[in-house]
């Protein structure tokens, strides 16, 4: 089949720009590359990354480490957080930026050994900022460590170089012209991911090769069946996946939802918190998307709840997204994309979310496009925009003094 997206990525100049295209193809289509890129400039600082860990990590008594950012940002906690706390066998949390500038007195823990991971492509979210603020101001013991996009960002430049801050920045073509982001997600994804495998960089590399294997095999192989499926006519989309791939499931319903302004209203879940009421979306106008465990124990629970929606005869059409498929899996779904077929890459699924939420970036692109709409800048009133607009992130403590609103970011 035709590699869609490649097609794309490759027209020229003037149409691409005409049709609301010039980034966001080449963002997905890039990330294979990028990741390999970025994983050999974070390997050159292994012994610093490996130090900054031991000191403010490895060697505490009480540690804790927060995962935070918003939006897409805040969904890289979600995709990680399992991986790094089975590795270092501590507290890890992901809590959105959104969340914490609100009810930081309740997030965050004073006498803890805190490490504050701030995910941000631009660097420049007000809550993001104003996070790293709260967290220095309420905190006795926090460092920080800052994975951005953008060098010129207010994160890297406001607190890249402060002695309790490791500062990752990752190279500029991370940071996506386009509203969605895409190629930032993945790699500052991956970026966590290499934290995760501070010890075993030697496995890490085969598997960051695997991935970017594995997902250039699906553009090539898939891209054009993804298109097709967005030809259909469905109003909703729901993304189902299990521990990390939860996490890829609730990006990829906000890559859909925002490629196409709303147009295609999308919701995630797990597989096993499908059936405690959210089932109740599913309709004749609905795409079910499936990311597939590779673990036979968790692929059984996955297996069961599809077999439910298959008997009960609701969706549209259902696509699954898995190592390989078999008998029983084709039987409960329309198509299949399998990343794994003949078991030459062993990808562990707590890794597979910066691989597997390609299929919803595209979903997305391809729906954008199919609705005529610009998948650069999708938002035609304006209602999204690239950058966060209009927050404020007001002082506490100046509240709690005087009761004054004093913005200390925004």
């Known amino acids: 089949m035709a590699n869609v997206l490649r097609e794309l990525a490759s027209l020229p100049l003037e149409e691409r720009r005409s049709r609301g295209i010039e980034h966001t193809p080449r963002e997905i289509a890039s990330q294979p590359r990028l990741w390999i890129e970025n994983f050999k400039l974070l390997k050159g600082r292994e012994g610093e990354v490996r130090d900054f860990l031991e000191s403010n990590i490895f060697s505490k008594e009480k540690p804790r480490v927060i995962l935070s950012g918003a939006g897409t940002s805040a969904f890289i906690g979600l995709s990680v957080q399992n991986l790094l706390r089975s590795r270092w066998g501590i507290d890890v949390d992901a809590r959105p930026t959104t ?23 631009s660097g420049n979210s007000p809550e993001s900022l104003g996070t790293v603020m709260l967290a220095n101001t309420f905190c006795e013991r926090i460092s920080h460590i800052i994975i951005t996009c953008n060098k010129d960002g207010k994160l890297a430049r406001l607190y890249g170089n402060s002695d309790n801050t490791l500062l990752l920045l990752l190279t500029p073509e991370t940071n996506d012209k386009g509203l969605a982001m895409t ?41 054009s069946l993804l298109k097709e499926i967005t030809e259909l006519d469905f109003k909703r989309a729901v993304f189902l996946g299990s521990g990390t791939l939860y996490g890829c499931a609730v990006e990829s319903h906000l890559k859909l939802q925002e490629l196409t302004a709303g147009r295609v209203i999308c919701k995630a879940d797990s597989f096993l918190g499908l059936r405690h009421g959210p089932e109740v979306v599913i ?128």
């Open 283 to 410: 309709d004749d106008k609905t795409l079910v998307v499936y990311f597939l465990s590779s673990d036979p124990f968790v692929r059984r629970y996955e297996l069961d709840l599809m077999r439910d929606v298959w008997v009960k005869g609701i969706g549209m059409t259902k696509l699954v997204v898995c190592n390989r498929s078999d008998g029983e899996v084709g039987r409960y779904v329309d198509h299949a994309i399998e990343f794994d077929r003949d078991g030459a890459f062993k990808i562990p699924d707590m890794c597979r979310p910066m691989m597997d939420v390609t299929i919803g970036q595209m979903l997305g692109l391809f729906k954008s496009i199919n609705l005529k709409l610009k998948p650069d800048n999708p938002s035609e009133e304006g209602i999204i925009t690239r950058v966060v607009k209009g927050v404020r992130i007001y002082d506490p403590q100046a509240f709690k003094r005087n009761g004054e609103f004093k913005v200390i970011a925004e």
């Open 183 to 223: 190629s930032s997600f993945s790699t500052m994804l991956m970026t966590a991911q290499f934290l995760a495998y501070i010890d075993d960089l030697e496995e890490y590399e085969r598997i960051v090769n695997s991935l970017s294997e594995a997902t250039e095999g699906i553009f090539e192989e898939y891209s």
């Open 99 to 121: 969340d914490i500038v609100t009810h930081w007195d309740s997030i965050l823990l004073k006498d803890a050994d805190n490490v504050l991971v701030s995910f941000s492509r």
